[in-house]
């Protein structure tokens, strides 16, 4: 019933930018948080960004200052500015919303390479 539908991954040279967007839609009401998680081989799923309703935010450490996360409460959708990216950024980005039960996306793919 619940889509997430995500855009913007891609191929980047080092030191470049990406930006990531995740629209919901479908029956989902009173969003509470939305954004993304990465997982790398071998390494547990560790969320990169998340943004509430209200506003607030959350990054993980190595990302700070670098990537910029933003919802849009209208629209359902929820924003990733990746910026300074390095070859560690790349990985599988997967959408999550939160309206008191978990939703994900199909996950995309972002490489950073020279």
């Known amino acids: 019933q619940v889509q997430l539908v995500e855009s913007g991954g891609g191929l980047v040279q080092p030191g470049g930018s990406l930006r990531l967007s995740c629209a919901a839609s479908?029956?989902?009401?009173?969003?509470?948080?939305m954004g993304w998680y990465r997982q790398a081989p071998g390494k547990q799923r560790e969320l990169v960004a998340g943004v509430t309703s209200g506003g607030s935010t959350n990054y993980r450490d190595s990302v700070k200052g670098r990537f910029t996360i933003s919802i849009d409460n209208a629209k359902n959708t929820v924003y990733l500015q990746m910026n300074s990216l390095e070859p560690e950024d790349t990985d599988d980005y997967s959408c999550?919303?939160?309206?008191?039960?978990?939703?994900w996306g199909q996950g995309t793919q972002d490489a950073v390479s020279s």
């Open positions: 999550f919303a939160n309206n008191g039960y978990d939703y």
């Open positions: 479908g029956s989902i009401f009173s969003i509470y948080a």
